[in-house]
């Protein structure tokens, strides 16, 4: 009797573990098809405005497209001289009339989730993917979404200098080329300075909620006008301090935060 009732609890733990796994199986897969999106960045019907140095496919908002394309076109030599690049490379842009659909193309069906509003622009590689500017229901305007495509422009060219650069330079680089001057009081505001480890951060975040969006620019601005623009492309390509400048990462960093005291207090 004793043996029978062990083997059915046997058998009752066998089917609980069972449909555990069924169970974990089905929500892994459903986490795996949220990607499908992700996996095509051309929508059906696409259009295609094609420069030297980048291509744009876009949807139905084409007036939008167009102006970005100019944007685009205009400032890509520009920038691909700026980081190290002869000639074009092969940067693909594609505009989405739909916030969801671009946050989809780059996070899957699983985007739409998060409510993130604020998200117009990122690239994957050398190809960037935006919110087109004709999309209403962002907090951002025409314009800042248009310039913000530049933005992604230098993170796709940075993908191809080095795959692995590094939250800090990548921005840090972005910024500088691409977008206005820091506050000039960005010393004295309510941001603390980031410490050496919060330069470190992989997260967009961390990033963002430390001020980094103002900071590393000024980092890229110290780096340029105190080693040369070639010492800062020399780092963006192998994230070598000592071979860049000849010091330490610790020393660079004491070196930035003596130029943010001088200038930007």
């Given at each position: 009797m004793e043996g029978n009732r062990m083997g059915k609890r046997k058998i009752t733990g066998k089917r609980a573990l069972v449909i555990v796994l069924l169970v974990a199986g089905a929500l892994i897969l459903l986490f795996a098809l949220s990607f499908i999106p992700?996996?095509?960045?051309?929508?059906?019907?696409?259009?295609?405005?094609?420069?030297?140095?980048?291509t744009v496919y876009y949807e139905k908002e084409e007036a939008a497209a167009r102006d970005v394309f100019e944007l685009a076109d205009a400032q890509s030599a520009r920038i691909a001289k700026a980081l190290g690049f002869d000639g074009p490379q092969e940067i693909r842009m594609y505009i989405y009339d739909r916030q969801s659909v671009f946050?989809?193309?780059?996070?899957?069906?699983?985007?739409?989730?998060?409510?993130l509003t604020w998200y117009i622009g990122d690239n994957r590689g050398a190809d960037v993917l935006?919110?087109?500017?004709?999309?209403?229901?962002?907090?951002?305007?025409y314009?800042?979404?248009?310039?913000?495509?530049?933005?992604?422009?230098?993170?796709?060219?940075?993908?191809?200098?080095?795959?692995?650069?590094?939250?800090?330079?990548?921005?840090?680089?972005?910024?500088?080329?691409?977008?206005?001057?820091?506050?000039?009081?960005?010393?004295?505001?309510?941001y603390s300075v980031p410490s050496l480890a919060q330069t470190h951060t992989s997260s967009p975040?961390?990033?963002?909620?430390?001020?980094g969006y103002h900071f590393a620019h000024t980092y890229i601005e110290y780096l340029d006008?105190?080693?040369?623009?070639?010492?800062?492309?020399?780092?963006?390509?192998?994230?070598?301090?000592?071979?860049?400048?000849?010091?330490?990462?610790?020393?660079?960093?004491?070196?930035?935060?003596?130029?943010?005291?001088?200038?930007?207090?």
């Amino acid at each position: 009797m004793e043996g029978n009732r062990m083997g059915k609890r046997k058998i009752t733990g066998k089917r609980a573990l069972v449909i555990v796994l069924l169970v974990a199986g089905a929500l892994i897969l459903l986490f795996a098809l949220s990607f499908i999106p992700a996996l095509f960045l051309q929508t059906g019907g696409m259009s295609q405005l094609k420069g030297q140095y980048i291509t744009v496919y876009y949807e139905k908002e084409e007036a939008a497209a167009r102006d970005v394309f100019e944007l685009a076109d205009a400032q890509s030599a520009r920038i691909a001289k700026a980081l190290g690049f002869d000639g074009p490379q092969e940067i693909r842009m594609y505009i989405y009339d739909r916030q969801s659909v671009f946050q989809a193309k780059k996070y899957g069906w699983i985007a739409s989730l998060l409510n993130l509003t604020w998200y117009i622009g990122d690239n994957r590689g050398a190809d960037v993917l935006l919110t087109s500017p004709a999309n209403g229901g962002t907090p951002h305007g025409y314009d800042e979404i248009k310039e913000a495509a530049i933005h992604e422009m230098v993170h796709a060219y940075n993908s191809i200098v080095n795959q692995r650069m590094p939250l800090w330079m990548n921005e840090g680089l972005a910024l500088y080329l691409t977008n206005g001057n820091p506050p000039e009081n960005l010393y004295s505001t309510s941001y603390s300075v980031p410490s050496l480890a919060q330069t470190h951060t992989s997260s967009p975040v961390e990033f963002s909620n430390m001020g980094g969006y103002h900071f590393a620019h000024t980092y890229i601005e110290y780096l340029d006008k105190a080693f040369g623009w070639e010492s800062v492309l020399a780092l963006a390509r192998t994230s070598d301090y000592k071979a860049a400048f000849g010091m330490d990462e610790a020393g660079i960093y004491e070196g930035w935060l003596g130029f943010l005291k001088e200038n930007y207090r």
